[in-house]
């Protein structure tokens, strides 16, 4: 996703790409590459999983780019509607109203928390550049299996594992880099 917010916000925006991000681009590209070499390894899997990955990291790094060239405008009004017609769209393929046990609450503290980070990524253009949006919300892709792995015990394998640990050491590295450099000037 940071390449095509990148990519995109140079296009559509003019903006010029830093050698830090494009640094860490090239490290978090590299990570995210193991991580789909050992996803390769994997006999249950498919290169299709992989394809509607790279379209959904393209249609958000470019939705990103958007949302930073109208942040004159608040896009938070529109994010409810898009939340409500994902749902829709995968609607035929849900059973949303079986509920065991405690579901019902964790469905609903579940939107809570992706209405609530939802409206922050739309806000993050406003004020950064869409890539380094799309760098922090790598940082929660990567994170994910780890949390799965350690509340269930899912082991997501060695390759997601040293892909996962070189995207985070580079998103820590060049946001520490940004700040060390803000500071300096």
């Known amino acids: 996703m940071p390449i095509f917010s990148a990519v995109s916000s140079r296009v559509i925006l003019n903006e010029k790409i830093s050698k830090r991000m494009l640094w860490t681009i090239i490290f978090t590209l590299t990570g995210v590459l193991l991580i789909s070499y050992g996803s390769s390894q994997d006999k249950s899997t498919s290169i299709y999983g992989d394809l509607c990955a790279v379209g959904c990291a393209a249609s958000y790094g470019i939705a990103l780019t958007y949302a930073r060239k109208s942040k004159a405008k608040s896009m938070i009004p529109v994010t409810p509607f898009a939340l409500f017609m994902s749902g829709i769209v995968f609607l035929p393929w849900a059973s949303p109203f079986i509920f065991e ?51 269930i015990g899912e082991y997501p394998g060695t390759w997601a594992l040293i892909g996962g640990l070189i995207v985070l050491m580079t998103l820590f590295t060049s946001n520490l880099i940004a700040l060390i450099y803000q500071k300096t000037n």
């Open 101 to 151: 046990g405690l579901d019902a609450q964790y469905a609903l503290f579940h939107n809570l928390l992706i209405a609530a980070s939802t409206c922050l990524i739309v806000l993050g253009p406003r004020y950064i550049p869409s890539a380094e949006v799309a760098l922090l919300i790598l940082g929660e892709s990567i994170l994910a299996p780890i949390l799965i792995w350690l509340v």
